[in-house]
């Protein structure tokens, strides 16, 4: 959709100002002028797959693809709550058909595995959508080494992404970033963290910042096969990954936060819209933004070429060319 000059400069300006664009003010604001909704069954039979689903965006964003008709798989580390996930989609969508799947993101073997067992019964998966996320407050390992929001948010998507290339073909990869990767630069050198002071927030604006450029890498490597890949922030959206995280964040802003549903709304768009997107974009409110805040820090073409060799080899797909 191509805008006036006039809604274009103030569209820009709400996101430079983040209050405007980042909070409930934004979606209200911009409604008016952003792409139309998805049409009523436009993914219905279609099979989507969420990440983190068990509750805040993930379970928003499983809501809002199974009221437009998907099959929805749910995943997650706790088998109660996604129970109870389930449980509150059928009770508000009844007709809805809803699949759990217990499986940690940051459990490479496990991921790997619930990929193979996922494609070998799923030959066509309309839409993956990476939301699961972490936020330790002290530096985490997993079973396996890696640093656990750095599993959790690029390894552990890298693993599955490519576990399920195959019945993703023709299909979409929405990464659900966040904001705060604008404040981070690409940790080409140290993706683990383990240089300087840890801190749980600055790993994962880290890691979002990860997800920006693995959004462009699978664009490119995963274009071949039809696959769409995008990137969206939400914005600030009252759920546990805001008001658990980080409190007094939450406690001043409260009154501004987004609902889930509505800090989902653009990962629900770019699963189910028919409009033309191309692949490698970065979203917020239905409307590509830029990867950078400022033309400052920007990653290199080397950078980013250690950053993908260490994925790789870390993740072990695909295997890092010799």
């Known amino acids: 959709m191509v805008l006036s000059d006039t809604t274009a400069a103030l569209d820009w300006l709400m996101d430079k100002s983040l209050v405007l664009g980042y909070t409930k003010i934004g979606p209200a604001l911009r409604r008016s002028w952003w792409p139309a909704d998805p049409t009523t069954g436009a993914l219905a039979g279609r099979h989507v797959l969420v990440t983190g ?13 199974a009221r437009l008709g998907a099959v929805v798989h749910l995943t997650g580390r706790d088998a109660a709550r996604l129970e109870t996930a ?18 940690d993101v940051s459990d490479l073997a496990g991921t790997a595995a619930f990929a193979r ?27 396996e080494g890696h640093e656990l929001t750095y599993a959790t948010h690029v390894l552990g998507p890298q ?12 299909g979409r990869v929405v990464l659900v970033t966040s904001g705060g990767a604008y404040g ?8 683990e963290f383990t240089e300087g002071e840890y801190s749980g927030v600055t790993a994962y604006a880290r890691t979002k910042r990860m ?38 964040f939450a406690a001043l802003t409260r009154p501004l936060l987004r609902d889930a549903d509505s800090g989902a709304d653009t990962a629900v768009w770019l699963a189910a819209t028919t409009d033309a997107l191309g692949t490698g ?32 080899a870390a993740a072990g797909v695909p295997a890092p060319t010799a």
């Open 86 to 103: 389930r449980a509150q989609l059928q009770d508000e969508l009844p007709a809805a058909t809803v699949e759990v799947h217990v499986s």
């Open 211 to 248: 997800q920006l450029v693995l959004t462009r890498l699978w664009a490119r490597d995963l274009a071949a096969d039809g696959i769409g890949v995008h990137a969206m922030h939400p914005g600030w959206a009252d759920t546990p990954g805001i008001t658990d995280s980080i409190p007094r």
């Open 53 to 65: 689903a068990s509750g805040g965006l993930g379970l928003a964003t499983a809501r809002g693809v």
């Open 159 to 170: 693993v599955l992404t490519y576990g399920l290339r195959e019945s993703l073909a023709g």
């Open 281 to 312: 974009g970065f979203w917020h409110d239905r409307r590509r933004r830029p990867t950078h805040y400022a033309p400052v820090g920007v990653e290199t073409p080397q950078q980013v070429a250690r950053f993908w060799d260490g994925v790789r």
């Open 117 to 143: 067992d996922l494609a070998a019964r799923l030959p066509r998966l309309h839409a993956l959508v990476h939301n699961a996320g972490v936020m330790p407050p002290r530096r985490t390992t997993t079973a």
């Open 184 to 191: 981070q630069r690409l940790a080409a050198d140290d993706p």
